[in-house]
C-alpha cells in the first residue's frame, strides 16, 4: 500500500509563505494522482491542488494564483507550496493518493493557522 506523511505545517501572518510536503512510500507504481485536501472546523473537506502522474495540476479557484503543487519523479515527495497566505486558508491540510490497486490513500494532516 502507499503511505503518505505531511510535514511543513505551522502558524504563519497573513500574507506570508508555507510549503508543505508528503513524503511517499510503498507502491507509488500504483499512484494515478495526488491530491492536497484541507478541511477547516465545522467544515466540509475540500480538494485544494491536485497533480496528475503526466504533471496536469488543477487547483481550487480559492487558491489559484497563491498556490502551487509540484512532485518529485517518482512520486517521492508531493509538495504545496503556499504564498499570500489568508486567515481563511487556516485548516488541516491532508495529502491524499489515488490508486489503481488500494483506492484512496490519506496522510494524517498538518495543521496551517494563519493569523491575521
Known amino acids: 500500500q502507499v503511505q503518505l506523511v505531511e510535514s511543513g505545517g505551522g502558524l504563519v501572518q497573513a500574507g506570508g509563505s508555507l510549503r508543505l510536503s508528503c513524503a511517499v512510500s510503498?507502491?507509488?507504481?500504483?499512484?494515478?494522482?495526488m491530491g492536497w485536501y484541507r478541511q477547516a472546523p465545522r467544515k466540509q473537506r475540500e480538494l485544494v491542488a491536485s497533480?496528475?502522474?503526466?504533471?496536469?495540476?488543477n487547483y481550487s479557484d480559492s487558491v489559484k494564483g497563491r498556490f502551487t503543487i509540484s512532485r518529485d519523479i517518482p512520486w517521492n515527495t508531493v509538495y504545496l507550496r503556499m504564498n499570500s497566505l489568508k486567515p481563511e486558508d487556516t485548516a488541516i491540510y491532508y495529502c491524499a493518493a489515488d490508486t489503481t490497486i488500494y483506492g484512496r490513500a490519506w496522510g494524517r494532516g498538518t495543521q496551517v493557522t494563519v493569523s491575521s
Open positions: 510503498g507502491s507509488r507504481f500504483s499512484i494515478e494522482a
Open positions: 497533480i496528475t502522474t503526466d504533471g496536469t495540476t
